[in-house]
């Protein structure tokens, strides 16, 4: 099953967006604010399995690649 990415309702206008495998909710995808010091824009991470070895967050410049980052570490599990 492939992974979804929904805009979340509560984002309140924001680039802010759930991240779905079926109806189970599995992370996030978000832009970040101005003004953060964060070295890129995206942020992603896998709320689902909080007993994964980390990472289980990261960042990238676009929306794509943080989409892409976050498959390839749901795709890799529990795993480094």
Known sequence: M???LKRDPGGEGYE???VYEGEVAIGRVFQRFAGTSA???WFWGVTFKPEWEPPTYGSAE???AAMAAFKER???GGAR
Do not use: N
Request: glycine share 6%; proline share 7%; charged share 35%.
């Open 2 to 4: 492939g992974l979804v």
């Open 16 to 18: 802010y967006y759930l």
């Open 39 to 41: 070295p890129a824009d």
């Open 62 to 64: 676009t929306r794509e």
């Open 74 to 76: 749901w795709r890799r």
